[in-house]
């Protein structure tokens, strides 16, 4: 019987498009094969949704029902991807398979590994090594691969029997276990140059491409994995920007077409609570009491009717005197820094301080959800009023949001973090979400159906420039009838004739910043409001460290920045002659510069590019991240820099200050919203005109041009002083939370709501009258 070879993998519901254009390429290679997808965190599937595989969820791989309730609680999604691939291994195995082949989500397959079943005929066990062909000690092997054969139930028994320890004491997963795979099990490792390929591998190897056919080292590529991040600047080789992109239009493609229809995953309570970090640290803390032991068995929320009782338990008081102080609120008290040096002692002394913090904003700051508040909460002196969260029960009309939601640009951003504020004010709203941008659609967002209540008012999140065409393109039912607000960033002290006819759509304007409101206000015809936009702690993936992200392991400044956005405003020209004035070659410092869409801009490209490579310690990386791959690049670096000429806002520069990461940055335009003297470090400038090349702004506008020489006094500070820098970011995330949480700006854009809704009120009562 000819032997035939299972592909597999495991992978989160948001990546389910990675891992379907795997499972093509591997039925490209391996007709007649099988290929299966372990989605971790769905909920219910639909069998046939992937038409080259088959879907299994974690009920479907011989986990006990206990593991399969827990450890959605336990690990993150891509924890958990690597925690049951050897029951995902067995369980293809116990089908039938010759042998099985595992492959990360993000790798695509170039070349079959038809010899993986030969191999599979003497040994159990099929690695790769993380550094490709060569002979390396000690030994790595790469994770995103693994092969068994059909007799390799001793070794997955031994594996399963690791991983449960690990689940037992409520451990993160070691990747690297498998480096050193016992002899008794025949371990074979592959020695191909063209398998494995991926960021950390290909420096000191040449990719090349004939057509769509790739060779490593004048080997046939047989996978890739397209998990990096290009710090190393291999986009200086056609044949990577060839496979990058065309890799990623396969991605965006089958994004499309599998767009609605999967659920929310094990991210989220069946009622659609998100999970937070706080609920899985309190979790996972009293598992493993309770396998020691030492407590009683916490309540799985994925157990069926489980979610209550899990609610409950969290909101067990901890003390039995008021006020009321509850497990949750003792596990933010934990987590948060900031919280324990203002209210040490959270059960004695501080105790009632630390319950009104938390009614006040805490919990909005956390989880805004009524589900977490103590049960003392509706008499407290201090409390707020508990949002709606959109689930056709709060009355009265509900508000329409559009914006570019799936969209990695910083608008798409804004309409999120707008949605967050309308979400902590108890705002009753649906969303809408509009495609019309050149950025990459790839952000995860989950649109709210209509409240089936009446909509009186319009929240369009799109600019100035885009917006006649927003409105053809969505017709004029949307806007007739409705106060429909535009909410606009711009970034200079001039607005253009030629934008003004987008004041025809809308009966107000909403700005972030008096940056942006005060140049607004000179042209206006409509009122010109100031909200807050909200600024939240960016969500970043905790297993990741600068080696795996491929970050020097030295000191490192970091500034991302958008071609689109227009490059002379971005100004990294400056930011690269800063860092070349404060430090030598080998000094010890790095600058990265991470962009998007430098292909749109090739002629500003290749200048950036040019001006990096004069200095060692530049790195320069053009990709999309996803928005967790980008902020745990941001959490990853020493201090953010933005030597920027204008910003109406300035989102990046407010998100590494969230992150706690202390900021240089140009004292002009919208940042100042956030920044001072005191949180951050700012520099110079003088007032210059903006001039020609620049559009969309007027040559006669004005701009900042940014001190360099000041900048690069504050880098070398940084550097030097890397203690006191440390707590100035520490003050900068201590600001973001109390004064740009969702909470505090919920409090401006709902009582801007409501004088709206009482001026038309009022309109309409004149009316009738």
């Known amino acids: 019987m000819l032997a035939v070879i299972s592909g597999c993998t495991a992978t989160p519901a948001a990546r389910l498009a990675d891992a379907s254009v ?52 336990i690990y993150r999604p891509r924890e958990l991807c690597a925690a049951v691939k050897p029951w995902l291994l067995g369980t293809l195995l116990g089908s039938g398979a010759s042998a099985v082949a595992y492959f990360d989500c993000n790798v695509e397959l170039f070349a079959p590994f038809d010899d993986v079943c030969e191999h599979a005929r003497k040994h159990q066990v099929i690695l790769n090594p993380r550094i490709g062909a060569m002979e390396a000690e000690p030994f790595e092997h790469d994770p995103g691969f693994i092969a068994v054969s059909g007799e390799a139930e001793p070794f997955l028994g031994w594996w399963c029997r690791k991983l449960g320890e690990a689940f037992e004491q409520s451990r993160s997963i070691n990747q690297r276990l498998l480096d050193a795979v016992p002899q008794a099990f025949r371990p074979h490792v592959l020695r191909d140059a063209g398998c494995g390929v991926a960021y950390w591998n290909l420096p000191g190897r040449e990719l090349t491409a004939a057509g769509h056919h790739y060779q490593v080292d004048r080997v046939p590529l047989r996978s890739f994995q397209f998990s ?149 909460a509706a008499s407290a002196p201090n409390a707020v009023p508990a949002p709606h969260h959109n689930n056709g029960q709060s009355r009265g009309p509900a508000v329409n949001v559009a914006g570019f939601f799936r969209a990695e640009l910083g608008i798409g951003e804004s309409a999120r973090l707008l949605v967050d504020a309308l ?65 606009w960033f711009w970034e200079v002290d001039e607005f253009p004739k030629p934008l003004h006819r987008a004041f025809d759509y809308v009966d107000e304007v909403w700005a972030a910043s008096d940056f942006v409101r005060d140049a607004l206000l000179k042209v206006s015809p409509k009122p010109v409001f100031k909200f807050q936009l909200p600024v939240q702690v960016p969500e970043t993936d905790p297993t990741q460290s600068r080696q795996t992200l491929g970050l020097p392991a030295r000191f490192c400044f970091l500034f991302t920045f958008d071609f689109l956005s227009v490059f002379d405003r971005k100004n990294p020209l400056g930011v690269i002659a800063a860092f070349k004035r404060a430090f030598a070659p080998g000094e010890g410092a790095v600058l990265v510069l991470k962009s998007i869409n430098g292909n749109h801009r090739m002629r500003a490209f290749e200048k950036l590019r040019f001006a990096a490579s004069t200095h060692p310690d530049i790195h320069f990386s053009d990709q999309y991240l996803s928005a967790t791959e980008k902020n745990t690049l941001t959490a990853q670096c020493d201090c953010y820099v933005s030597l920027h000429r204008s910003e109406g806002f300035g989102l990046t520069m407010a998100e590494a200050m969230a992150l706690g990461k202390p900021v240089i940055a140009t004292g002009y335009s919208g940042n100042l919203e956030f920044m001072t003297a005191e949180n951050s470090y700012l520099c110079g400038y003088t007032e210059v005109e903006v001039g020609d090349d620049c559009d969309p702004y007027p040559p006669g506008a004005h701009w900042a041009e940014p001190d360099v020489a000041q900048a690069a006094v504050w880098m070398r500070h940084v ?21 740009h949480s969702p909470a505090v700006a919920a409090r401006t854009i709902a009582e801007r709501i409501r004088i709206i809704r009482d001026r038309l009120a009022a309109i309409a009562a004149m009316r009738r009258g």
Not at 293 to 320: C, H, I, M, V, Y
Not at 325 to 345: E, G, K, Q, S
């Open 22 to 73: 795997l499972a093509a390429s591997f039925k490209r290679h391996h007709p007649g094969s099988e290929f299966t997808i372990l989605v971790v965190d769905g909920h219910a599937l639909e069998e046939n949704a992937i038409a080259d595989a088959r879907l299994l969820s974690l009920d479907d791989v011989g986990l006990s029902l206990e593991d399969a309730h827990r450890l959605p609680k």
């Open 228 to 376: 990096g991040r290009d710090v190393l600047q291999l986009s200086d080789s056609p044949a990577v920007r060839q496979i990058c992109t065309e890799h990623c239009e396969k991605v965006l493609a089958m994004e499309r077409d599998l767009s609605e229809q999967f659920p929310r995953g094990f991210g989220y309570l069946p009622s659609c609570l998100k999970i937070d970090r706080h609920m899985r640290s309190l979790y996972r803390t009293a598992l493993a009491r309770y396998k020691a032991a030492q407590g009683p068995e916490p309540p799985s929320p994925f157990a069926p009717g489980g979610e209550p009782a899990f609610l409950k338990w969290l909101n067990q008081r901890s003390t039995d005197g008021n006020p009321e102080i509850t497990r949750y609120m003792l596990a933010v008290h934990a987590n948060r820094d900031d919280i324990r040096a203002a209210f040490p002692d959270p059960l004695g002394r501080d105790a009632l301080a630390f319950h009104d913090w938390f009614l006040a904003f805490g919990w909005h700051e956390e989880n805004p959800s009524p589900l977490l508040l103590p049960s003392d």
């Open 423 to 487: 979400e902590a004010a108890g705002v009753p709203y649906n969303t809408i979400s509009y495609g019309g941008t050149a950025n990459r659609q790839a952000h995860h967002f989950e649109e709210r159906p209509s409240t089936e209540r009446p909509v009186d008012i319009n929240i369009v999140c799109v600019n100035p420039d885009q917006l006649p065409t927003f409105a053809q393109n969505i017709g004029p039912e949307f806007l007739d009838g409705r106060y429909t607000i535009g909410v």
């Open 719 to 739: 550097f030097d002083h890397p203690g006191e820098a440390r707590a100035r970011g520490e003050r900068a995330a201590a600001d973001i939370r109390s004064l």
